[in-house]
């Protein structure tokens, strides 16, 4: 069983840049499909970014992908999110997901890591 610890959150500025990486154990996840997702203050969850299994392809939620970049390294078993010129808006817990080929959606999470992002 995968199990994925979400790290590098914090408070930021406005305009400023964070990296989120995510940390799996238990078994390597280069056979599954990650994503990334985020759930703001009274906000429902939000998918933000996909990466495939061999990192080949990499899918944002709209207009995310100008400012946010999806990575992984299947060696060390890690996925990461790159997030620049970060605003209020971003303000979030961001969550760590896994997908296997076998299931629809995404079965596997993370506890989150928050980012809160000042004004």
């Known amino acids: 069983q995968v199990v994925l610890v979400e790290s590098g959150g914090g408070l930021v500025e406005a305009g400023g840049s964070l990296r989120l990486s995510c940390a799996a154990s238990?078994?390597?996840?280069?056979?599954?499909?990650m994503g990334w997702f985020r759930q703001g203050p009274g906000k429902e969850r939000k998918f933000v970014a996909t990466?495939?299994?061999?990192?080949?392809?990499?899918t944002y939620y709209f207009s995310f992908g100008s400012r946010f970049t999806i990575s992984r390294d299947n060696d060390k078993n890690t996925v990461s999110l790159e997030m620049n010129r970060l605003e209020p808006e971003d303000t979030a817990l961001y969550y760590c997901?896994?997908?296997?080929?076998?299931?629809?959606?995404?079965?596997?999470w993370g506890q989150g890591t928050q980012v809160t992002v000042s004004s």
């Open positions: 997901a896994a997908k296997s080929a076998l299931d629809y959606d995404y079965t596997i």
């Open positions: 238990g078994r390597t996840i280069r056979d599954y499909t």
């Open positions: 990466i495939s299994p061999g990192g080949g392809t990499a």
